[in-house]
């Protein structure tokens, strides 16, 4: 079932989870996962904005201009609701700037998605420096992934209570049928 909610000019309007998490927690991986489960379209928020910038994939974990990002995120993802009613975002509350801050994702985007429900997926920091590592050939400090970790959490909980949907945080060990389970229920 997809919420009713008043909506600004620029809101998305399908049923959209909105899957968070700091780099390497494992979103894609677990969206990739249940895409097929819930017959929904998955999405990464990076690919979305590198793809509205002409570029195949950001470089890097920091973002030069986050408001810009999101607004192309916004438009890019305003595109793709016509034939995708049911949309799994992958993304981040909070980002990781080049002066090596943190900064929040603004709320008026997350009001803009209008999500039906929020996962944040919450991974040992070691273990998504490990994977980032990796993906990359390095990865932010400890102390700096600990920090977004921080804010991912405490943001993710601000968007989920400020809109009113289900905020489920999702650990290695989860199972992926409870998961599902909850979405078809909210769908």
Do not use: Y
């Amino acid at each position: 079932m997809l919420r009713e909610r008043p909506r600004s000019d620029n809101s998305v309007t399908v049923a959209l989870i909105f899957v968070a998490g700091i780099h390497g927690a494992g979103k894609s991986e677990l969206c990739g996962a249940m895409s097929p489960l819930l017959r929904a379209s998955h999405f990464s928020a990076g690919q979305l904005i590198a793809s509205a910038r002409g570029a195949a994939m950001q470089v890097g974990l920091t973002v030069e201009d986050v408001n810009e990002n999101q607004r192309l995120l916004l438009h890019k993802l305003s595109d793709l609701t016509d034939n995708n009613p049911r949309i799994l975002l992958d993304g981040h509350f909070s980002l990781l700037t080049s002066q090596g801050g943190v900064e929040l994702v603004p709320w008026p985007v997350f009001e803009a998605l209008s999500p039906v429900a929020i996962f944040i997926v919450d991974t040992p920091v070691k273990l998504a420096e490990n994977r980032l590592t990796a993906r990359h050939g390095s990865a932010p400090r400890l102390d700096i992934l600990l920090k977004l970790r921080k804010a991912e959490l405490a943001h993710g909980a601000f968007v989920a209570e400020e809109l009113g949907v289900p905020l489920r945080t999702v650990r290695e060990d989860e199972s992926l049928t409870d998961l599902v389970d909850m979405l078809n229920d909210l769908w």
